[in-house]
């Protein structure tokens, strides 16, 4: 089985869609996204070794309150959980994205992007939130000049990779 689920998160606007749209394709050219209403599921592939292609099934998910209730009936084990921060604002409510990860995830790991729009920075306590749940790295990303994606991506595959039913036989039926 070479297949997985990678959920993205994150509040309303903070670049969930394009940082989706960025995996599929770097070259992908930022422009105005419509908000994601619901869930969107992109599927994307990657090469692995002896010639195997691995698939993503990559859920982006609407970012606004009204659609947090609905989110526990699809974040799931097994999975890696990509949190999308926007360093301009200062809205991201950490302790709500990683609690309730940490709560439906069944200790998946979590990889946090902090989206550097408009050549913001934000520092974030990484040493406070890897002390407190499930957090793998931190991420600095600029999607308008694509400064940090490469490295993303290959975060991503590489956990991805990692996850404990990657490799698994599927049986003949």
Known sequence: LYEAKLLILGEGGAGKTTLARK???PNYVLQEEKTTKGVDVI???FPIQDGKSFRVNIWDFGGQEIYRHTHQFFLTKRSL????ADARKEDT???YWLNIVELL??????????????????EI???QLKGQF???KILDVNFANNAGLEKARSEIEHYLKSLPHIGS???KT
């Open 43 to 45: 599927i994307w592939s």
């Open 105 to 122: 995830s069944g200790s998946s790991p979590l990889l946090i992007i902090n989206n550097e729009k408009q050549n913001r920075k934000k």
């Open 93 to 95: 409510n950490f302790q």
């Open 23 to 25: 995996i599929e394709n």
């Open 169 to 171: 036989p599927l049986p």
């Open 81 to 84: 959980y990509v949190l999308v």
């Open 125 to 127: 306590n990484e040493r």
């Open 134 to 136: 499930n957090v793998e």
